[in-house]
């Protein structure tokens, strides 16, 4: 048996079709058209394929109970994380990826992609997966993706750090005849594209940071925004073994940085899936001229991945739960405080001056039922090909 190596950007990766309301994107949700040019000689136009709205994420954003340790309270105060979602649904044949880009009241973003569709299955009853319907076996497979993210930090005169977190073994100040390890950060500025390419190693944790060295908060803080990475897995296949892996260079890193430029313009093309062993872009050239990253315009590029065997609950299709990935970018000493702070959607609740009375702070958000979006006629076209 023979596994395919599919590069989605050749399959119509970027194609959006119509989202459903109620379903896809929540009653609530606006919709929007868009203009694609994929596989035709003319724009379609493709109907509601992309939504906005409002979501509470069912998650307080912060929050603090203070106990006065005599069986009540000295306060609370919380805020629940309302956040507002952009979405579109790529289908590439059988799969249909689920892109999110959330952004939080705290000046957190975060980009989010979920897994669903039906899975290829093969009549190989080797071991490269579990049997599944009609005699057939889910084969092993990852899927991986490779975004973009274009950060200016107050400019585009940046700087790229890892923040480590590092070991350390002194003398116990309080008992001199022993030993005491702790852990300690130690900031190391990245100063060339080879040295800001990450292949992840938990053996080395570390803050991934970028920054504007011009610009410091009110404690003097370089002011920045860092990437988290929560949807990494490595891959196995050998890119110096086996000449395929040229064509996917960027799925050895779980995060790159290199200098912007016009001439690199994406990490794949629509024509790698043509020829991976000389592919039109290979991603590995854009690491190996290893330019100057200090005090540039800088490019991160993210890599989210995850291995996949198949089991009989991926039939009929792949639920999303269990299969979404993500990373975060967060601001890292770019604000003086956190941002949410100066959101009315806060609550402050204090002990009353009668006993087992309380008051309540909302800070002039008004109470009663939550808005409701009226019903309205359920539509659902699914045309999309034809000139706009």
Request: hydrophobic letters at 30%.
């Amino acid at each position: 048996m023979l596994n395919n190596l599919f590069v989605d950007s050749y399959w119509d990766v970027g194609r959006s079709y119509e989202l459903t309301q109620g379903i896809d994107c929540p009653e609530t949700a606006t919709f929007f058209n868009t203009l694609q040019q994929r596989s035709t000689k003319e724009p379609s136009l493709m109907k509601n394929a992309v939504c906005v709205f409002e979501l509470n994420a069912g998650i307080p954003l912060r929050r603090h109970f203070d106990s006065d340790f005599a069986g009540g309270f000295n306060f609370y105060g919380g805020m629940a994380d309302h956040v507002l979602v952009l979405r579109h649904i790529n289908t590439v044949y059988n799969y249909d990826y689920v892109y999110d880009y959330i952004f939080h009241q705290n000046g957190v973003i975060e980009v989010r992609v979920g897994l669903t569709g039906y899975i290829l299955t093969s009549q190989d009853k080797n071991s490269y997966g579990y049997p599944l319907y009609g005699g057939n076996i889910g084969n092993v497979h990852q899927h991986s993706f490779n975004y973009k993210v274009d950060l200016d930090i107050l400019g585009t005169q940046n700087r790229f750090e890892t923040v480590d977190i590092v070991l350390e073994n002194i003398t116990n100040p309080e008992r001199p005849d022993l030993r005491h390890i702790q852990t300690r950060i130690q900031r190391n500025l990245r100063r060339t594209e080879r040295e800001a390419a990450v292949q992840y190693d938990f053996n080395q944790p570390k803050y991934y940071n970028f920054y504007n060295e011009e610009e410091t908060n009110r404690f003097g803080v370089n002011r920045g925004y860092r990437v988290q990475l929560n949807g990494i897995a490595k891959t196995l296949l050998p890119r110096q073994d086996w000449a395929p892996m040229r064509g996917v260079a960027w799925q050895d890193y779980q995060l790159a940085v290199t200098r912007r430029k016009e001439s690199e313009p994406s990490s794949s093309s629509i024509y790698n899936q043509n020829d991976l062993y000389e592919p039109l872009v290979d991603f590995q050239t854009f690491i190996d001229d290893d330019e100057n990253i200090v005090d540039e315009d800088l490019v991160a590029w993210v890599t989210l991945s995850t291995h996949h065997i198949p089991h009989s609950e991926d039939f009929p299709t792949t639920a999303t739960a269990g299969t979404q990935m993500q990373f975060f970018l967060r601001p890292f000493n770019y604000y003086d405080e956190d941002p949410s702070v100066g959101s009315s959607n806060a609550i402050l609740i204090t002990p009353g001056e009668k006993s087992g009375s309380v008051r309540v702070e909302r800070f002039g958000t008004p109470t009663g039922p939550a808005c409701v979006s009226e019903q309205s006629p359920f539509r659902y076209n699914g045309t999309w090909r034809g000139p706009h």
